[in-house]
């Protein structure tokens, strides 16, 4: 059986993923392309009556059965209201497949761009169907899938990081110091969040832009949190660009659904949990021989150093007035 923790891959041999494939009914013709994916694996198979679709094997032991179906779920009713989300395509009367060890859903090809976010017009368009989404995301909560809160984006992550003898120990003290002091800003931002399902990780490489506008991809991370999630990673630049960029958003956004003016306080927050979540997620994959081949300078003392400057400038950041638009 597969080492699902250290070499959760290995048995995925190309052979695997068209066998896995074919016993859902599509034939592939022998041609695979990766596709840029780290935390699962996903690949761009062809098939022999000439179409295309993207085949997504999610890592062991991340996600259970039902938290991928209460995805697949979010997407498909997104898809159904003529929201542009990719969505898994039924086959055998199922979106969520086995092969073997590996879970596996197929999505159909689309194809697309990075959207020019430097562009008010884009913004305001990504903005009207991220209104949308959050829209049908309100109506209901996810039961399965878990909330982007202080517990799981901060505490936990700075406590299995502190066990994990992975911190130099020269720095360690240094680095628990200033997490502290970041969490101890973040904590008092999240007492009174409302939370509804979002995409959960809305950057730019997670939108798709066509002539006919964008369209949403990869819900893996979609969870219960603040509405302003799904918008802040799309904001860069300065303070003055950053502000008319979300102006553009909201303009769009808020001609389908309400956008509390408070959330704006949630996005330097937002931003230190993500700084800090995103080492624990580096660590807790580094026996995953794509890990090391893929981020060698994670771990070095160098790095340690840059995470604690980060966090710092991070927590003046948390001191300013939040953007006001």
């Not at 305001?124 to 209104?131: N, S, T």
């Not at 959960?200 to 490489?205: E, K, L, P, R, Y």
């Amino acid at each position: 059986m597969t080492d699902a923790r250290s070499r959760p891959y290995e048995g995925l041999t190309p052979d695997a993923v068209l066998d896995a494939l074919d016993g859902v009914g599509l034939r592939g013709d022998g041609r695979l392309l990766a596709l840029n994916s780290y935390e699962n694996r996903v690949y761009q198979v062809s098939l022999e009556d000439n179409s295309h679709v993207v085949a997504k094997f999610y890592r062991p032991n991340r996600w259970s059965d039902a938290q991928i179906l209460e995805e697949h779920a979010f997407s498909i009713e997104l898809a159904q209201r003529e929201i542009p989300v990719v969505a898994p395509l039924e086959k055998n009367g199922r979106t969520l497949h086995v092969f073997k060890d590996f879970r596996f859903a197929v999505f159909p090809r689309r194809g697309g761009r990075t959207p020019e976010l430097e562009d008010p017009k884009v913004l305001e368009w990504i903005g009207r169907f991220l209104g949308r989404i959050h829209a049908v995301g309100a109506a209901q909560p996810f039961i399965e899938r878990p909330v982007l809160d202080f517990e799981n984006f901060g505490a936990e992550p700075r406590d299995w990081l502190l066990d994990s003898g992975m911190i130099p120990t020269d720095l360690e003290d240094v680095w628990m110091g200033v997490v502290d002091e970041a969490l101890d800003r973040v904590e008092p931002f999240f007492d009174k969040v409302r939370n509804i399902r979002l995409h959960g990780d809305c950057h730019a490489g997670n939108i798709l832009w066509t002539p006919d506008g964008p369209h949403f991809v990869d819900l893996d991370d979609a969870r219960m949190g603040p509405a302003v999630q799904d918008l802040w990673m799309l904001l860069a630049g300065d303070r003055e660009t950053a502000t008319k960029q979300l102006k553009a958003m909201l303009d769009g956004y808020e001609q389908f659904h309400p956008f509390r003016r408070e959330e704006l306080a949630l996005i330097e927050p937002l931003r230190a949990l993500r700084l800090l979540h995103y080492s624990y997620w580096l660590a807790r994959r580094w026996e995953d021989p794509a890990f090391p081949a893929a981020f060698p300078w994670f771990g070095t003392q160098r790095y340690w150093q840059d995470r604690i400057l980060e966090l710092r400038e991070q927590t003046s950041a948390m001191g300013e007035p939040p953007i006001s638009v």
